[in-house]
């Protein structure tokens, strides 16, 4: 089955205690990208990649750091999280930017 | 600068009403637009998207959108209301330089 899957689902952890969210596509696509949804806010883009080792920041990048090493994997990284940072969060995938994401189930993180 | 609206938070109709539910975008050129749902507790999921040509374009779960150049609007349509298209809504554009920009979401209610 074409899907994207992010570990793990749930997260709580304390202020500063690196951290990293797991993104997988298992469809071949170049495109990768990792989201945050909040409440009245929508969703906002922390990262993307456009393939491997090319990678961008997005409209929220501060606090947060991605890599590209394998087409499949996309993983986020926290390397001091803060409260600041509880949010949802969703990676993508697409074989090109304009045919429309495959989202992952997302990854609800706390940060106490 | 560029920007995705959808201008209802809330929408409740009841099961069997006709839905509309409204997206305008701001963008210098026509982007690529699309509508995605999100079910609770579930990533987004592709309804439709719309490139070029026909401005009606169909998706999938009975829904249509359209495209009005004029107006600077997507607007998602259904016929008929299920009880389970209760969700929340995204409309989203891409301009082709890797970036998406979501609306803030238009959740929707069923009455049964």
């Known amino acids: 089955e074409a899907q994207v899957t992010q570990n793990p689902r749930y997260l709580i952890t304390v202020t500063g205690k690196k951290l990293t969210v797991t993104c997988s596509q298992n469809?071949?696509?170049?495109?990768m990208s990792w989201y945050r949804q909040d409440p009245g806010l929508g969703l906002r883009q922390i990262y993307y990649?456009?393939?491997?080792?090319?990678?961008d920041k997005g409209d929220v990048p501060e606090g947060y750091k991605v890599s590209r090493k394998e087409k499949r994997n996309f993983p986020l990284i926290l390397e001091s999280p803060s409260p600041n940072q509880t949010s949802l969060y969703f990676c993508?995938?697409?074989?090109?930017?304009?045919?429309?994401?495959?989202f992952g189930s997302g990854t609800r993180l706390t940060v106490v | 600068a560029q920007s995705v609206t959808q201008p209802d938070i809330h929408i409740t109709v009841s099961e069997g009403a006709s839905l509309e539910l409204r997206c305008n975008y701001s963008?210098?050129?026509?982007?690529?637009l699309f509508w995605y749902v999100q079910s609770p507790g579930q990533g987004l999921q592709l309804l439709l998207k719309?490139?070029?040509?026909?401005?009606l374009v169909q998706g999938i779960k009975g829904f249509e959108a359209e495209f009005k150049r004029s107006q600077s609007s997507f607007n998602l349509r259904k016929p008929s209301v299920h009880w389970s298209d209760a969700a929340e809504y995204f409309c989203?554009?891409?301009?082709?330089?890797?970036?998406?920009?979501f609306g803030t979401g238009t959740r929707l209610k069923v009455l049964a």
């Open positions: 993508a995938s697409s074989q090109q930017g304009n045919y429309g994401y495959t």
């Open positions: 469809m071949n696509h170049e495109y």
């Open positions: 990649s456009m393939n491997v080792e090319v990678t």
């Open positions: 963008y210098g050129a026509t982007p690529y």
């Open positions: 719309y490139f070029s040509g026909d401005t």
């Open positions: 989203a554009a891409y301009s082709g330089t890797y970036k998406y920009i």
